[in-house]
T-cell receptor, first 116, second 112 residues
Framework: AQSVTQPDIHITVSEGASLELRCNYSYGATPYLFWYVQSPGQGLQLLLKYFSGDTLVQGIKGFEAEFKRSQSSFNLRKPSVHWSDAAEYFCAVGAGNGGATNKLIFGTGTLLAVQP | DADVTQTPRNRITKTGKRIMLECSQTKGHDRMYWYRQDPGLGLQLIYYSFDVKDINKGEISDGYSVSRQAQAKFSLSLESAIPNQTALYFC???????????FGPGTRLTVL
């Protein structure tokens, strides 16, 4: 069965420091992978997605993620964190057939706190 | 205007009451979804619909029902609300060719 694991429940970084949020997935075929961000009191906003091609994906707000098939990972990175990046981050894998994903399986989220 | 809207945004109700949460979208997508979010559990899929005649149960459909009134409207009902249904509920739509989902702002439901 498809699953997504985000091993870090809560991470605290200093403003200006680099960030890496971990995501591991279990899926039998080539996955569609997503990172979403949820700011306090808000809905989920898509940061970036991977479908195929270049394994390093650029997203909004200066985020990037790298797909590593051998490690079943899709870790999210940012070189310099801003206070406004404090939020909860969700990794998701698209599950479905025939090349088109039917639904998303979400990880449990990583809550990011940013220290001044 | 937002592409995916949800009403109400907040609702407090009592055990045993019937509640309907509504979702509307202007993205023209056929696929719509209802999720529930609980702290530490991420998002869990309740129901999803690929068109007005196609409705499917998700991981946690017990205690919920849905209605797809039109391509743009997808409602979630709690027939008899119970306290453990207190949660944040999200509606989403998706681009069928790629699966990217677009989320509404959420409805915070409290069942007393």
């Amino acid at each position: 069965a498809q699953s997504v694991t985000q091993p870090d429940i809560h991470i605290t970084v200093s403003e200006g420091a680099s960030l890496e949020l971990r995501c591991n997935y279990s899926y039998g075929a080539t996955p569609y992978l997503f990172w979403y961000v949820q700011s306090p009191g808000q809905g989920l906003q898509l940061l970036l997605k991977y479908f195929s091609g270049d394994t390093l994906v650029q997203g909004i707000k200066g985020f990037e993620a790298e797909f590593k098939r051998s490690q079943s990972s899709f870790n999210l990175r940012k070189p310099s964190v801003h206070w406004s990046d404090a939020a909860e981050y969700f990794c998701a894998v698209g599950a479905g057939n025939g090349g088109a994903t039917n639904k998303l399986i979400f990880g449990t989220g990583t809550l990011l706190a940013v220290q001044p | 205007d937002a592409d995916v809207t949800q009403t109400p945004r907040n609702r407090i109700t009592k055990t045993g009451k019937r509640i309907m949460l509504e979702c509307s979208q202007t993205k023209g997508h056929d696929r719509m979804y209802w999720y529930r979010q609980d702290p530490g559990l991420g998002l869990q899929l309740i129901y999803y619909s690929f068109d007005v005649k196609d409705i499917n149960k998700g991981e946690i459909s017990d205690g919920y029902s849905v209605s797809r009134q039109a391509q743009a409207k997808f409602s979630l009902s709690l027939e008899s609300a119970i306290p453990n249904q207190t949660a944040l509920y999200f509606c989403a739509t998706s681009d069928p060719s790629r699966g990217t989902q677009y989320f509404g702002p959420g409805t915070r439901l409290t069942v007393l």
